[in-house]
């Protein structure tokens, strides 16, 4: 089952478990509720009874000071921990950290990217793409987009930097 947290106790599981993904998600978000239901019926069964993987929710809403700090401006969000470090991808594109939106077969491209995690040794760290769609940063499937009518009266998360 995915475990919804607060900001705040992140770290202490990112430091508890091998592999940590979060699922920055939105209760208004439409594309987050599939997410949803794509970890609960897809992903969690294969990884049950895995002690060294989490998968928890953050809800952007309820934490947007850390969502913020992390840049989150598009949901869904999943970024992935590794031993207690935020992983960075090494994709054609750049690094990336996250994947941004819905993809179609989703569930396989979290199934893969836990699958390398797993198999990769103790203290190394990714050096390709591991399965992180290239088009994941074009936040074409977000909430944000999709739902700016609906909710503008809602806070907007803006980033840091202009050039994320």
């Known amino acids: 089952m995915v475990h919804e947290i607060m900001a705040?106790?992140?770290?202490?599981?990112i430091h508890s478990k091998k592999i940590?993904?979060?699922?920055?998600?939105?209760?208004?978000?439409?594309p987050c509720k599939n997410l949803g239901t794509i970890l609960e019926t897809k992903v969690i069964p294969t990884i049950?009874?895995?002690?060294?993987?989490?998968?928890?929710?953050?809800?952007?809403?309820?934490?947007?000071?850390f969502a913020k700090?992390?840049?989150?401006?598009?949901?869904?969000?999943?970024?992935?921990?590794?031993?207690?470090?935020?992983l960075v991808f090494q994709t054609e594109k750049g690094p990336q950290d996250r994947i941004?939106?819905?993809f179609p077969q989703m569930d396989q491209i979290l199934l893969n990217v836990i699958e390398n995690l797993k198999n990769m040794p103790e203290g190394s760290a990714p050096t390709g793409s591991e399965g992180i769609p290239e088009e994941s940063c074009a936040d074409e499937t977000s909430c944000e987009e999709m739902n700016s009518e609906e909710n503008s009266d809602s806070e907007e998360l803006t980033p840091a930097e202009e050039d994320q």
């Open 69 to 86: 700090d992390l840049q989150v401006m598009s949901v869904p969000t999943v970024m992935f921990f590794l031993e207690g470090k935020r």
């Open 48 to 65: 049950e009874g895995d002690e060294d993987i989490e998968i928890v929710k953050i809800d952007i809403d309820q934490n947007k000071e």
């Open 100 to 102: 941004v939106g819905l």
């Open 20 to 30: 940590v993904i979060v699922d920055f998600s939105a209760t208004w978000c439409g």
């Open 8 to 13: 705040d106790e992140l770290e202490e599981l």
